[in-house]
């Protein structure tokens, strides 16, 4: 069918060219996602530790003896909310991102390294699970620090 038998709508012109997502946006979807990533694992740290080892598969009783990593999720619900911060004004804020960037580099980094050494936390669904989205976390956070540093400095 030829382009005549669709005329084209009063007031519509179609855009040859697409519009660029705004860089703001790209960073602010990263950090909702940092921020996620970062309370899905701190709030149960930090408030019941015991039972959340105990579900991703720790045994109960080392999950007992390990119940004081309750600071450690306290201090992911820390970074998590300050994420926020940035979410609502993300100028001069390059290094809070670079520093997210780095926790969940290197939080990726130590889970797949503890897998393949064989020092497994929990059940290897667990495992498999925090690789994936900790190390697509990570690059999606680099890539949004990249596209938005006009917008951080």
Do not use: C, K
Request: no cysteine; glycine share 10%; aromatic share 12%.
């Amino acid at each position: 069918m030829s382009d005549e038998s669709f005329p084209a709508e009063e007031g519509f012109e179609p855009s040859p060219e697409r519009i660029p997502r705004d860089p703001a946006d790209t960073l602010r979807t990263a950090m909702l996602v940092y921020i996620v990533v970062n309370l899905l694992l701190g709030v149960p740290l930090m408030l019941v530790p015991t039972g959340f080892l105990d579900f991703i598969g720790v045994d109960e009783p080392v999950a007992a003896h390990l119940g004081g990593l309750r600071i450690f999720g306290a201090m992911l619900v820390a970074w998590g909310i300050a994420a926020m911060l940035i979410v609502a004004r993300p100028a001069g804020r390059a290094y809070f991102v670079t520093a997210g960037a780095l926790q969940l580099s290197f939080a990726a980094g130590a889970v797949l390294y503890s897998w393949v050494v064989g020092e497994s936390l929990g059940a290897v669904w667990f495992q498999a699970l925090a690789s994936i989205v900790l190390i697509g976390a990570a690059a999606y956070l680099w890539w949004a620090r990249y596209r938005a540093r006009a917008v951080m400095y």
